[in-house]
């Protein structure tokens, strides 16, 4: 999945991200930075995890994930403002190279969350 300027411009500015999962206990959400975001060499998003036990739980049984994301000092579809519709697969990563990119960057750390991209919708 190609990841477009405009979403590497969103991810530049201040705003939250909003991470949804499914459990077994129906739908959870949890919120991190757009700055946090970092991108791997192949168009992953490496998000830090500092808590998100939950997050983890129902990933380990669905890895399916939802992210929306936006800013409103982008220019989007319709003036200004600029969000976008993440949909992909993600699994927290506790070493390797992908940990210790975000391990320099976040002491608090545990995991990295690393999103692959199945696609990427501007939605406004």
Same mark, same amino acid.
């Given at each position: 999945?190609?990841?477009?300027?405009?979403?590497?411009?969103?991810?530049?500015?201040?705003?939250?991200?909003?991470?949804?999962?499914? /459990?077994?206990?129906?739908?959870?959400?949890?919120?991190?930075?757009?700055?946090?975001? $970092?991108?791997?060499? #192949?168009?992953? *998003? !490496?998000?830090?995890?500092?808590?998100?036990?939950?997050?983890?739980?129902?990933?380990?049984?669905?890895?399916?994930?939802?992210?929306?994301?936006?800013?409103?000092?982008?220019?989007?579809?319709? /003036?200004?403002?600029?969000?976008?519709?993440?949909?992909?697969?993600?699994?927290?990563? $506790?070493?390797?190279? #992908?940990?210790? *990119? !975000?391990?320099?960057?976040?002491?608090?750390?545990?995991?990295?969350?690393?999103?692959?991209?199945?696609?990427?919708?501007?939605?406004?």
């Amino acid at each position: 999945m190609m990841i477009t300027e405009k979403l590497l411009e969103v991810l530049k500015q201040d705003g939250v991200v909003a991470i949804a999962t499914l /459990g077994i206990d129906g739908p959870h959400m949890v919120n991190t930075w757009n700055r946090y975001i $970092t991108i791997s060499a #192949d168009s992953r *998003l !490496l998000i830090p995890a500092g808590y998100m036990h939950h997050t983890e739980a129902n990933i380990a049984s669905n890895n399916n994930v939802l992210i929306t994301l936006g800013s409103s000092k982008v220019t989007g579809n319709h /003036g200004p403002g600029a969000g976008f519709l993440i949909k992909g697969t993600a699994a927290f990563v $506790t070493s390797g190279p #992908d940990f210790d *990119l !975000l391990k320099s960057k976040f002491e608090w750390l545990r995991a990295t969350l690393a999103v692959t991209i199945d696609s990427a919708t501007q939605t406004w």
